[in-house]
């Protein structure tokens, strides 16, 4: 089973600034078949990025996801209000398609 | 438009049996995994399994195998996760969520179920 970590367990940005989240894999990730998500308190969690790189219908350009093997980054580019929230890296690729521990982004 | 509702909240003693389910609509149910992800209080979230209701082939991580059921009814396009024997620590928020069958990631979530479970 695939092991994801992620760092830094919370990054305090203020709005307008670049958030660069890391997600660390104990093996490689088959195909890139790696996915972010974001969790809002309340809310069910919105996938972003699949495939390491693409975005999900509807998603706006200032998240963009690169990466492969075992190193995988999500950027969201220009923080808006509504981006503070904790960030999930997750494998599919695998038959237990596990997730990392997450990434909280908070407002400075 | 693709929804998965979820069963509303529930409040259990130690040691009862819980059964809660996930509807979907606005797709063909037999052609999309529907897995289950939990969030305890505080914490991340975290893979329990998958199944296909096409087929009912049942995945589970190996830390909820053994520890609670998932199945489905096609017919009416619910699946469920199911405990026999609750423990305190199952009080989580449950999500249910979809994947089209292959290498895809969950698009689509439920809004959540909390379990709460009293010792």
């Known amino acids: 089973e695939i092991v994801l970590t992620q760092s830094p367990d919370t990054l305090s940005l203020s709005p307008g600034e670049r958030a660069t989240l890391s997600c660390r894999a104990s093996?490689?990730?088959?195909?890139?078949?790696l996915a972010w998500y974001q969790h809002k308190p309340g809310q069910a969690p919105r996938l972003l990025i699949y495939g390491a790189s693409d975005r999900a219908t509807g998603i706006p350009d200032r998240f963009s996801g690169s990466g492969s093997g075992t190193d995988f980054t999500l950027t969201i580019s220009r923080l808006e209000p509504e981006d503070f929230a904790v960030y999930y890296c997750?494998?599919?690729?695998?038959?237990?398609?596990?997730f990392g521990q997450g990434t909280k982004v908070e407002i400075k | 438009e693709v929804q998965l509702v979820q069963s509303g909240a529930e409040v259990k003693k130690s040691g009862e049996s819980l059964k809660i389910s996930c509807k979907a609509s606005g797709y063909f149910f037999i052609n999309y995994w529907i897995g289950w992800v939990r969030q305890m209080p505080g914490k991340g979230l975290e893979w329990m399994g998958v199944?296909?209701?096409?087929?009912?082939?049942?995945r589970y991580s190996p830390s909820f195998q053994g520890q609670v059921t998932i199945s489905a009814d096609k017919s009416i396009s619910t699946a469920y996760l199911q405990w026999s024997s609750l423990k305190a620590s199952d009080t989580a928020m449950y999500y249910c969520a979809r994947h089209i069958s292959g290498n895809f990631p969950f698009d689509n979530w439920g809004q959540g179920t909390l379990v709460t479970v009293s010792s």
């Open positions: 997750q494998e599919y690729g695998g038959s237990h398609r596990t």
């Open positions: 199944i296909y209701p096409g087929d009912s082939d049942t």
């Open positions: 093996q490689s990730v088959g195909s890139s078949f």
